[in-house]
């Protein structure tokens, strides 16, 4: 062979090396790098869908990796590297430069570290107040870098690049565990791809890249970086989770409301409040809606006494005294908090929203002490008010998602039809949604947006699904909406004390007006809630379960079955300023039947099944938990394979061979178990590769003439004219000489 024959040869051979399924690695890690950007952009995506400037999102990250792809074929590293500072210094100068003044004013050292420790901890971006601007000035300077270094064909450093900015997310909570789970597999990959282009896949490189990617997409699915995060596992842990409460995903939801499906309600006794008048005790306001549910945006400051900003209006005076009866981790009260006093008034928060909350648990035997200016108003004057809103009301409480559709939009108007003023669309929207939708605790959750399946898929819903809908209806038609928690008043126990159960925990409506602030409306039907929370209390002390009730209730139990007693859950102002109970269009609704009261919607009519379900077959996996168990066995495979762990096994069952009547079987047999025995220590026999060159072949490292007679007796059984019996003893006695002086423990035993 000529000189250049053999380097086409050579240069054939690592081409077919360094090649996977025919594909250049090379190739395969560039691929992979950008799908691992692509999850990175994939999270920032979903933030500007839900912010805001989708587009601008698109066209810029479309540019960066146009631009990266440019610059990586024209530009060495060095300057490419200084562009990409100063695209991430632009990206950054921007955001700042977009902060209102009120926030840039807040602005220090030591404010910048804080929050960005709090964004490393656990912080959705979604949190920040200019989340869209944000999610902009972030997404250029990684996107440039990493797809830069990848055209070049350094893919570590681009997956190291690419990879801390979908980390980043990881740690905000705003990655989901399918992206998380997708990113880290297409890194792992990359990596492993590269190697196999650098180095060859030789010495089971392809095993090594299998086991760990493997490894690391199982681990990236069922465990979480951070405790809540967003990069939550794909595969929920064993068991059988139980059921959650309404108060737990509303009271105790913190800054973020995921909304779930069926639900139950606890009779648990939370609180007791000693009133100058009955309210609903409010925990928390939701401004920015995902979608799937809500987050609070902005920050809290430390409460530091004095008066708080009271509303807008007219208002009266409320006084409260709060005492736990179970350890708190919210402060209720009524809106509007102007005054805190007592045992955690020093350890209270006063978040962006107005809203109270502790820097700490609030104990039993703890308690405290809060003053509202709750607002007045009259439908004439809601109705007199106008829509020249401030722009912070604008920006905050009329933001839906881009992905919101159009036939949600055209709904909206549909329902508002000839309502002319804000408060008359409030109006509208409420009762559509009383008198059209039923109210249920079994519910399926429903893919995609919440107001939207609840609009158009669902008969049926709760609370969270009332409430997320009407605000999105109502900010469809320029109507200011937010979404609160809280708890209704509970069951009245003296002139102004009431007991606060956790069914009373409940989610409804503000909507800002002019000149009065935030009024309440609650959309969810009163009747069938009510019934649902006495049926579960009733049940409960049925049960003989403890902490359900106080001295005080429990006398009351014994003396009626009557459900528990509320305040008004639709606040209608009338004409003279009182408040009343609404009545859903078209007069007062029927009785409810056994199934209302128990917060069941039957199967049939059009709600979700019970989730328990009754079907005789075994519920399936989901297809997340099957992918991820695929690609777990076949780490799995490739470990065996890389340790050649069949071969160990088959080596240590070839001690001994047992004979047979047939001569050949047994010579058949020797060589096969002689081979093993070569391929362990020396090399195996390569495709095509006859016995006897291979015999040959290993001569030279020490294979000796009784080895190879086992070879030629081989050929004479398999192609000659067969052979006898004390052939097939010389074959068996050789190969029992060089399996067992192989086998440790079997040549100690045999010496």
């Known amino acids: 062979m000529t000189v250049a024959g053999e380097s086409a040869s050579a240069s054939a051979s690592a081409d077919s090396t360094n090649a996977v399924f025919g594909v250049p690695a090379g190739l395969l890690a560039t691929a992979a790098s950008l799908v691992l950007i692509g999850a990175f952009l994939a999270v920032v995506y979903d933030i500007t869908d839900v912010v805001g400037r989708r587009d601008q999102f698109v066209l810029l990250a479309a540019g960066t990796l146009g631009l990266a792809t440019v610059v990586g074929w024209t530009l060495r590293p060095r300057y490419a590297l200084g562009l990409a500072v100063l695209i991430a210094g632009g990206g950054f100068a921007a955001y700042f430069l977009a902060l209102p003044d009120s926030q840039v004013a807040l602005l220090s050292p030591e404010r910048l570290l804080a929050d960005t420790f709090a964004l490393l901890s656990g912080l959705s971006a979604l949190r920040l107040l200019s989340a869209d601007v944000w999610a902009l000035a972030v997404t250029p300077g990684p996107v440039f870098l990493a797809w830069y270094l990848a055209v070049r064909g350094r893919i570590a450093p681009a997956v190291a690049v690419a990879g801390s900015g979908l980390g980043l997310f990881v740690l905000t909570t705003d990655a989901t565990g399918t992206l998380t ?427 979700a099944e019970d989730d328990e379900g009754g079907g005789l077959l075994p519920e399936l996996p989901s297809r997340e938990t099957l992918f991820v168990g695929l690609v777990g066995l076949l780490g799995v495979a490739a470990g065996v394979r890389r340790t050649r762990l069949p071969a160990h096994l088959r080596f240590a069952t070839a001690a001994y061979q047992r004979r047979t009547d047939s001569p050949a079987d047994d010579v058949f047999r020797a060589y096969d178990r002689l081979e093993l025995a070569l391929e362990r220590e020396y090399r195996p026999r390569r495709p095509g590769e006859t016995v006897r060159a291979y015999l040959d072949s290993l001569s030279r490292v020490g294979v000796d003439e009784r080895t190879r007679q086992v070879g030629r007796l081989y050929e004479r059984a398999k192609y000659g004219d067969g052979v006898t019996r004390a052939d097939a003893d010389e074959a068996v006695a050789a190969a029992n000489a060089v399996v067992r002086g192989r086998l440790p423990l079997v040549r100690r035993w045999t010496d």
């Open 181 to 607: 789970l997708l990113g880290v597999g297409a890194g792992m990959a990359a990596v492993g791809f590269d190697g196999i282009d650098r180095f060859g896949s030789a010495g089971g490189q392809l095993d090594v890249l299998t086991v760990v990617l493997a490894a690391m997409v199982v681990l990236s699915a069922t465990v979480t970086v951070l405790p809540g995060a967003g990069g939550s596992p794909v595969i929920p842990d064993g068991g059988v989770a139980e059921e959650p409460t309404v108060e737990a995903s509303l009271v105790s939801a913190d800054d973020r409301i995921s909304i779930v499906g069926s639900i139950s309600l606890s009779p648990q006794v939370r609180f007791e409040v000693q009133s100058t008048s009955p309210d609903y005790w409010q925990t928390a306001t939701f401004d920015r809606y995902t979608g799937d549910g809500w987050v609070r945006t902005g920050d809290t400051r430390d409460y530091e006494g004095g008066r708080l900003a009271g509303p807008e209006g007219p208002s009266r005076l409320v006084r409260q005294t709060v005492t736990p009866a179970t350890p708190l981790d919210s402060m209720p009260a009524a809106w509007r908090p102007v005054a805190v006093s007592g045992d955690i008034e020093n350890e209270t928060l006063v978040t962006q929203q107005g809203n109270l909350r502790p820097d700490r648990t609030v104990e039993i035997g703890e308690t405290y002490n809060v003053t509202s200016e709750v607002p007045q108003y009259t439908p004439a004057s809601l109705r007199r008010t106008g829509t020249d809103y401030p722009d912070e009301i604008r920006e905050r409480y009329l933001a839906l998602p881009d992905s919101t559709s159009d036939r949600v939009r055209d709904r909206a108007a549909e329902i508002a039809g000839d309502a002319e003023t804000p408060y008359d669309k409030a109006v509208a929207v409420e009762e559509w949604l009383e008198a059209n939708k039923e109210y249920s605790l079994r519910v399926s959750r429903p893919d995609g947006d919440i107001a939207e399946s609840f609009l158009f898929e669902m008969d049926a819903g709760y609370c969270t699904y009332y409430a997320s809908t009407m605000v999105v209806l109502l900010r469809s038609e320029g109507v200011p909406a937010r979404f609160v928690t809280g708890y209704t008043t509970g069951e009245q126990v003296g002139d102004d004390r009431y007991v606060v159960r956790g069914l009373d925990s409940h989610a409804w409506v503000e909507v800002y007006f002019e000149d009065t602030g935030w009024v309440r409306f609650d959309p969810t039907p009163a009747g069938p809630r009510e019934d649902a929370e006495s049926t579960t209390l009733s049940d409960a002390r049925d049960e003989g379960q403890t902490g359900i009730d106080t001295d005080e209730t429990d006398a009351e139990s014994n003396e009626t079955d009557e459900p528990t007693p509320t305040a008004t859950d639709t606040e209608t102002p009338t004409e003279n300023g009182t408040e009343t109970n609404a009545t859903p269009a078209g007069g007062s609704p029927p009785a409810p039947g056994i199934d209302e009261r128990l917060g069941v919607t039957p199967a049939g009519d059009g709600a």
